[in-house]
C-alpha cells in the first residue's frame, strides 16, 4: 500500500515543483487517492469487529449479566458447590 502513497506524493510533488499540473495528471492523482482509500477501508473492514446481530448495538445487556450471574451464584449455593467467606 505504501506504493500508492508514494505515487500520490511524487505526482504532486511535482506539480508543486513547476507550479502547475495537467489534467491527465489531476486525474491520475485523484485515482491513486481513491485507491488508497478504498484499498485502507478494505483492510479496515476486514480487520473490524462485526456485530452480532444488525442494527444491535454493541453495549453489553447489564440486565442479562446480572441474571446469570444470580443463576449461576444460587446453583452452585444449591449443591453446594460454592462457600460464602
Known sequence: MSYKIETIKDLV????????????????????????HSMRNSIRQKYRKQPS??????QPDIEKIKKEICDELMKKLLTGGGKLS
Open 13 to 36: 510533488s511535482k506539480a508543486l515543483i513547476v507550479e502547475k499540473i495537467s489534467h491527465e495528471e489531476f486525474l491520475l492523482v485523484k485515482s491513486e487517492i481513491n485507491r488508497y
Open 53 to 58: 446481530q444488525p442494527g444491535k448495538s454493541e
